[in-house]
């Protein structure tokens, strides 16, 4: 790259430096203000007028004084200043060059996308800005068509992959725009941090990234001189190389650069993420050999055949060479979704793969169907209607325990789905589910879905097994028919649907306003919905939650789970109002109940999970009944005298119940019934009509609910005044995130 001669009082910044945030202390980061000031430094040192310079900033408190005196005018970095700035702020800039520097926490979210962190986030709720989107935006109107001929921009963050039990807490990254690309050979250089996956540390309260990138741009030249970026990038590869041999870092930056000298392509300083790993290096090296004894005696002309077929599923230009090696062939299918797997494919069209081979490419790429078989894959779960994805997730439940494949987003019920790996020498999982599916649903879809997996055992050389599981599939659907598509009885709520997990935190200060938080759960899989942390009226939590249920997808058997204090119990959630579209409550459309996690001491846990071992094979009448004329010291006596007994009744009068609460809480009784205003004696036959003839205890929730849907919701009716107490130690809140890199 050829240095760029540039009147500097013609360039335009934004930096963007987030160090506090609305989670917990841990949270916070002590070094992206001092970075951003860095650059606010050396770009008005290169001739940057200061106000040019647009700083947007969440600082620690200790670094308010030194950001206040270099830039006075800086705005906060939440969220709707961030799209302001960019979105707006920007169209009527007049100049030649555009620089962005984001320093902060970042994380790769679902299907791979970094995630730059607002100041919003809190520790089980990741909201931030898809980094991509930056470059999205340079394209668009909203810069000026005929000015910034070149946009500069530099992020130091993390790009780690978060646990799985985390990885739902991140919010789907924000977009800048959604804009069509008009610009789209505007000239962009990016460099990065580090790569996908991986942390981009800190040294000395400073990122060591941006500080390495400082130095080097120091040395590149001072005022009004030209600026050689791929010579910044060779020199900031040579230190951190350096830094690497004396093992004082692990950190590889990445640059990629688009239409600088009118083209596209990508520069890894440090070599590429799957090597990092002694185990990825050893499967890139075995891939390397089997690539090149499949390119055959002409390997040259082989690999120019397969470039050209990979350039119409790729996303990425090949190397810009003429001729490509067999480990030029495979680095260029690492940067790609599928991409091994799809090398393989079309060097191999006529000879098998190794399954050790396979086994190399699950294990760089952790896929396995080809970018051809993924598209179609997601284009024919794009023709079904919601129901049949739902139903697509419901057949891989059954037969695999997957659990909430996200099924109203067709590229995400196919990454989850694919999530299923085969094993060697046997039928993927997928293609049984599709199997299963499509003989239940006999629609053009499913015959179409039946033709893709036959398509796919082919090429792994396993059509005799899928010949073999369809016709399994079809006894399977001719079974499920016979029964009138009966779904199976007596699950417990929650284990197949899922929950939606509502914490009520206990109130404070007059009115009863409360904190509350919602989360969806499908078995491991949680995903948060909103954090109010700002106390609420009982009255403006249902509308909120009205909202967030409004806007997922209804199943009725989808079960509410309200977590309070043993004060709480007593709320009457279940009779909450919903205005949108007609009138109804919210205990005649889910099956709702409590949860209360106090009094759970750890000694008696192993107490609390046995007695909820039971609830999946008791029968209602199984329950323990706890008359009302007993004090709290003889409910917890009785309770601990049934050390098997899953759960208690009780007609207990609303004044001496809070005492009762306890010590079945404190005992570990995870099912409690009572009723909220009858006398005793009413009361105990209306519950007795709850449970009805022997039932399964596990359909306790449900059965709750349709007895509430049988009464007069305007009416006073015993439906709607009995509660439900059913605590599962294996489904709790979803725990607290701790961020400790950027």
């Known amino acids: 790259m050829t240095a760029v001669e540039h009147d500097w009082r013609r360039t335009h910044a934004v930096i963007v430096a987030v160090e506090r945030y609305r989670g917990s202390d841990a949270m916070n980061l002590d070094g992206p203000v001092h970075d951003a000031l860095g650059m606010r430094t050396w770009l008005t040192g290169r001739g940057v007028p200061p106000e040019n310079i647009q700083l947007l900033a969440s600082p620690m408190e200790h670094n308010r004084a030194a950001l206040e005196a270099a830039h006075p005018g800086y705005r906060p970095a939440e969220r709707a200043d961030v799209r302001e700035v960019f979105r707006e702020g920007l169209r009527e800039i007049d100049a030649d060059w555009l620089w962005i520097y984001w320093a902060g926490h970042g994380v790769q979210a679902r299907d791979g996308r970094w995630s730059l962190l607002f100041p919003e986030t809190h520790d089980t709720d990741l909201q931030g800005l898809d980094a991509d989107s930056l470059i999205t935006l340079a394209r668009t109107e909203h810069l000026p068509w005929d000015a910034v001929d070149r946009v500069t921009v530099v992020i130091d963050a993390c790009r780690r992959a978060l646990p799985p039990h985390l990885h739902e807490l991140a919010d789907d990254p924000q977009p800048l725009t959604k804009d069509p690309q008009t610009r789209s050979e505007r000239p962009v250089f990016w460099m990065r941090a580090c790569q996908a996956g991986a942390v981009a540390m800190e040294q000395e309260g400073a990122g060591r990234f941006t500080s390495v990138l400082l130095r080097q741009l120091e040395a590149a030249g001072g005022a009004g001189a030209a600026l050689d970026l791929d010579q910044v990038g060779r020199a900031v590869q040579d230190e951190f190389a350096r830094m690497r041999e004396t093992g004082s870092s692990r950190q590889h930056p990445t640059m990629h650069v688009i239409n600088w000298e009118q083209q596209e392509r990508t520069v890894r300083l440090g070599p590429p993420a799957a090597t990092v790993d002694p185990k990825k290096r050893r499967f ?268 997922q997808t209804y199943a009725p058997d989808t079960l509410l789970e309200f977590f309070v204090s043993a004060t709480d119990l007593e709320l009457a959630v279940h009779q909450w109002q919903f205005a949108r579209p007609v009138k109804r409550h919210l205990g005649t459309d889910y099956p709702v109940v409590m949860r209360c996690t106090e009094f759970r001491e750890p000694q008696r846990h192993d107490l609390w999970k046995r007695r909820w071992s039971r609830v999946g094979t008791a029968g209602t009448q199984e329950l323990r009944w706890l008359p009302g004329h007993m004090d709290c ?110």
């Open 284 to 551: 890139r090296e075995t891939l390397v050999w089997e690539v090149a004894a499949l390119l055959g005696p002409d390997p040259a002309g082989a690999a120019a055949r397969v470039a050209a077929r990979l350039c119409a599923q790729f996303t990425t230009a090949p190397p810009g060479t003429r001729s490509l090696s067999a480990e030029e062939l495979v680095d260029w299918a690492l940067e790609n979704p599928h991409g091994t797997v799809t090398l393989l494919a079309e060097l191999s069209a006529r000879a098998p793969v190794r399954p050790e081979i396979r086994e190399a490419c699950r294990a760089l790429q952790n896929k396995w169907l080809t970018r051809a078989e993924y598209v179609e894959l997601v284009a024919l779960l794009g023709q079904l209607d919601e129901r049949g994805r739902y139903d697509v997730a419901e057949e891989a439940r059954a037969l695999f325990g997957l659990i909430d494949p996200a099924f109203h987003d067709p590229a995400r019920l196919a990454d989850a789905l694919e999530e299923l790996l085969p094993k060697p020498d046997r039928l993927p999982q997928l293609l049984r589910v599709v199997e299963r599916f499509a003989a239940v649903d006999d629609g053009p879809v499913a015959a179409d879905l039946r033709t893709w997996s036959l398509r796919c055992a082919e090429r792994l050389g396993l059509k005799g097994q899928l010949m073999e599981r369809r016709g399994e599939a079809m006894e399977y659907a001719e079974a499920v028919k016979a029964a009138g598509l009966a779904q199976g009885q007596g699950t417990p709520p929650g284990g197949g649907r899922g929950s939606i997990q509502i914490r009520l935190h206990p109130s404070s200060g007059p009115g009863q306003r409360r904190a509350y938080e919602v989360w969806t759960r499908r078995g491991e899989d949680v995903h948060a919905l909103a954090k109010v942390d700002t106390p609420a009226s009982l009255d403006e939590i249902r509308g909120g939650l009205e909202a967030l249920l409004s806007a």
């Open 633 to 742: 010291g003889e409910v917890y006596r009785v309770v601990q005298q049934s050390m098997d007994t899953p759960g208690a009744l009780t007609t207990t009068p609303s004044r001496a119940r809070a005492d009762l609460f306890n010590a079945c809480l404190f005992g570990g009784v995870p099912v409690l019934v009572w009723h909220g205003e009858a006398e005793p004696s009413i009361a105990e036959d209306e519950i007795r009509e709850l449970l009805g003839a022997e039932r399964p205890l596990s359909s306790l929730p449900q059965r709750l609910r349709e007895l509430r849907s049988d009464s007069d919701p305007y009416k006073s009716h015993h439906g709607g005044q009995m509660a439900l107490l059913w605590d599962d130690p294996h489904r709790p809140l979803p725990d607290r995130l701790d961020l400790s890199a950027p």
